[in-house]
T-cell receptor, first 109, second 115 residues
Framework: GQNIDQPTEMTATEGAIVQINCTYQ??????LFWYQQHAGEAPTFLSY??LDGLEEKGRFSSFLSRSKGYSYLLLKELQMKDSASYLC??????????WGAGTKLIIKP | GAVVSQHPSRVICKSGTSVKIECRSL??????MFWYRQFPKQSLMLMAT?????????EQGVEKDKFLINHASLTLSTLTVTSAHPEDSSFYIC???????????FGDGTRLSIL
């Protein structure tokens, strides 16, 4: 079966750095997406990785290792507005998006 | 770029009413649109995938006669919840993408409350 694992909840302090991990087992791989979803709102696209390595976009970076079936989202200089759920999603061989359950990130002052 | 508009944002209506939700890609042509449902504090659940000009593909357990999807053009898809009941109350979200390996861009969602 297809499976995506990410922690249910994480807590971090304002101004700090947090890494949200995602491991996956899917039938084929055509890329991995990270989305941010604030409570009561729709998800917004953060990043897309299809090749191994680190993609940096401002305070957010996303890393991929295809051989390990592993990705992480790194958030630097945390702000209170970063409190949200972060969703990892993998595009399988049929270009179907397989969603993780999301990681709820709580930022404390 | 990649803006998806979803309307209405909130609907409150009586049981038995049919509700139509529109999803438009404003600045791009979407080859595929998706409809999701999300209950409070739960994960996104894909309901159906629709390609312009063809019938939608529904996920297992989703009644196609209850959730009617029309994808009439490359920029518009509609979801009609027919004869809605309180258990259909949920957050419905559409998304659209340009190509198979492109990100899905989401509308703002429709909060449906059936009394």
């Amino acid at each position: 079966g297809q499976n995506i694992d990410q922690p249910t909840e994480m807590t971090a302090t304002e101004g700090a750095i947090v890494q949200i991990n995602c491991t996956y087992q899917t039938s084929g791989f055509n890329g991995l997406f990270w989305y941010q979803q604030h409570a009561g709102e729709a998800p917004t696209f953060l990043s897309y990785n299809v090749l191994d390595g680190l993609e940096e976009k401002g305070r957010f970076s996303s890393f991929l290792s295809r051989s390990k079936g592993y990705s992480y989202l790194l958030l630097k200089e945390l702000q209170m507005k970063d409190s949200a759920s972060y969703l990892c999603a993998v595009l399988d061989s049929n270009y179907q998006l397989i969603w993780g359950a999301g990681t709820k990130l709580i930022i404390k002052p | 770029g990649a803006v998806v508009s979803q309307h209405p944002s909130r609907v409150i209506c009586k049981s038995g009413t049919s509700v139509k939700i529109e999803c438009r890609s404003l600045d791009f042509q979407a080859t595929t649109m998706f409809w999701y449902r999300q209950f409070p504090k739960q994960s996104l659940m894909l309901m159906a995938t629709s390609n312009e000009g063809s019938k939608a593909t529904y996920e297992q357990g989703v009644e196609k006669d209850k959730f009617l999807i029309n994808h009439a053009s490359l920029t518009l898809s509609t979801l009609t919840v027919t004869s809605a009941h309180p258990e259909d109350s949920s957050f419905y979200i559409c998304s659209a993408r340009v190509g198979e390996n492109q990100p899905q861009h989401f509308g703002d969602g429709t909060r449906l409350s059936i009394l």
